[in-house]
Structure formats: C-alpha cells, structure tokens
C-alpha cells in the first residue's frame, strides 16, 4: 500500500499540533503546508529531533534518512523546513520502503 501525501500531511499536521498545543509562541493560524517549522512554530534543534523520532514512531519506520532533509550538500544544516517539504519527504521515504 502506498502512502498519500494529503494522509501523511494529515498526520504530520497532527503531531505539529500536539507538540505546540502549550507552547507560547506568536503563531496563530492553522498549520498547513506553508507552516515552517523554525519561522512559524517556533522550533529548536531539539524539537526537530522529537519531531524525526514521533513520525518514525508514528509510521512504525525506523531510521528514516532526516539528514537529507535537513542538511545540505556541503554539510550545513537546513534554516528552515515547511509542512510541505516535510511530507514530501517523508512520503517519499515511506513509499520507497513499501
């Protein structure tokens, strides 16, 4: 079974709305594709982390290759990453694993 990228959004927006529920921070729109990480929610290094750790929880993936989505070429880490980047990514890596 392959994974759509509106369910895997779907459940990405999900656990972005979990871990920010208590948070104060400044957004407060809805989060959607457009929805950056860093920019609008407010992320650290360590909420990136527990954010890689719940999808692979929640997708019972383990080992997902985050580095290619948060690094660049030269080894410099990513300023920042939307909803979207992240779904497309993750729903690549969930079809090539089915």
Known sequence: MGWSSDTVEREIIG???DMTVD?????????DGETRLVADLGFTSIDVVQLAVAI?????QQ???FQVLL??????????VSVAELTDFVTRQLNREA
Do not use: A, H, K
């Open 56 to 60: 692979e929880e929640l997708f019972e």
């Open 63 to 65: 080992r997902l290759p």
């Open 23 to 31: 948070w104060d921070n400044e957004f407060s729109g809805s989060i």
């Open 71 to 80: 690094m660049t070429s030269d080894g410099r880490y990513v300023e920042d």
């Open 15 to 17: 656990l972005l709305q």
